[in-house]
């Protein structure tokens, strides 16, 4: 094995093993008032993931 090859490699395995697709966390963009943003800020992510998680979704219109 080449000197360059296994630097190349030894790079490869650096840092955190990616996340499998239904894990990895998503940008996106929602409006709220300063207020809501500063309570949502105190209230932090995870908090944010276990409300969404345990919400029910509202049934489909006819």
């Given at each position: 094995?080449?000197?360059?090859?296994?630097?190349?490699?030894?790079?490869?395995?650096?840092?955190?093993?990616?996340?499998?697709d239904d894990m990895r966390?998503?940008?996106?963009?929602?409006?709220?008032?300063?207020?809501?943003?500063?309570?949502?800020?105190?209230?932090?992510?995870?908090?944010?993931?276990?409300?969404?998680?345990?919400?029910?979704?509202?049934a489909p219109?006819?």
């Amino acid at each position: 094995m080449t000197k360059k090859k296994k630097e190349t490699e030894e790079r490869r395995r650096r840092g955190r093993p990616t996340l499998p697709d239904d894990m990895r966390a998503m940008h996106g963009s929602i409006r709220l008032t300063r207020d809501r943003w500063a309570k949502l800020r105190r209230l932090g992510a995870a908090w944010l993931g276990k409300v969404v998680d345990r919400a029910k979704e509202p049934a489909p219109r006819k």
